[in-house]
């Protein structure tokens, strides 16, 4: 098969697709200016970052309850923020949330802005028409990601976009193989991407070494 990229052509009897995701963007004044500076898209990773902090998680789906339930342990206290009228996330998740007493939830209300000095100090949103400032000093923005895997049309990709694979990374197309966040394995962090690639490259071998040179 061959490879076309922006520096040439590359012909391979085996093609690993790794090429991740991005997170979903608020799209909020500020956003990019404190990216790494207290705005934040993985509690997973930074949570601990903000120990004894006052926080807030932008989003009230499945993914954002996850993030508030890691922090519960980590941070002061936690705002969530959600767009929608209502959350939707589990009803046990946000049952947990509200039982620790220190996670407050703001709906229909949106993010107008980040600010701060040289780090995160507060968000201001929009609510009931009003606007509001709350002091937070990190803000993790839970509101979904895109896969990267418009690469190869061919690929079968679930609803969300996401490469299917097998459990041995092999896709649809015989020869090609997929790992990490941009397939539809279900937990997005670098130590599983890194198994998976692992296990894409041990597949790649066990294929290119059960086919002859006719086969070629």
């Known amino acids: 098969m061959k490879v076309v990229t922006g520096k ?3 012909q391979a009897r085996t093609v690993i697709i790794a090429t991740g995701r991005t997170p979903r963007l608020l799209g909020a004044k500020g956003e990019e200016e ?3 500076r207290g705005v934040t898209y993985c509690a997973t990773c930074d949570g601990p970052l903000f120990s004894d902090m006052d926080v ?3 989003g009230g789906g499945n993914a954002g309850f996850d993030a508030v339930l890691q922090l519960m342990n980590i941070a002061r206290n936690i705002t969530v923020v959600e767009i929608q009228p209502q959350v939707i996330a589990d009803p046990i998740m946000v049952e947990k949330a509200r039982a620790s007493g220190k996670v ?26 009003e606007l509001l400032d709350i002091p ?15 690469i190869m049309p061919e ?48 597949t790649a071998f066990e294929y290119i070494s059960t086919k002859s040179e006719k086969d070629w």
């Open 8 to 10: 040439g052509a590359y």
């Open 34 to 36: 404190f990216r790494h």
């Open 104 to 129: 407050v939830i703001h709906t229909s209300t949106a993010v107008e802005e980040i600010y701060g000095s040289k780090l995160v100090e507060g968000i201001r949103v929009r609510k009931d028409g």
């Open 56 to 58: 807030a998680v932008i």
């Open 155 to 202: 690929l079968e990709r679930n609803k969300l976009r996401e490469v299917t694979v097998d459990c041995k990374c092999r896709t649809n197309v015989p020869g090609v193989f997929a790992a990490g966040d941009v397939t539809d394995v279900p937990a997005k962090q670098i130590i599983v991407a890194c198994g998976e690639g692992c296990k894409a490259l041990l």
């Open 136 to 150: 937070v000093r990190g803000v993790f923005v839970e509101i979904g990601s895109l896969p990267a895997s418009d």
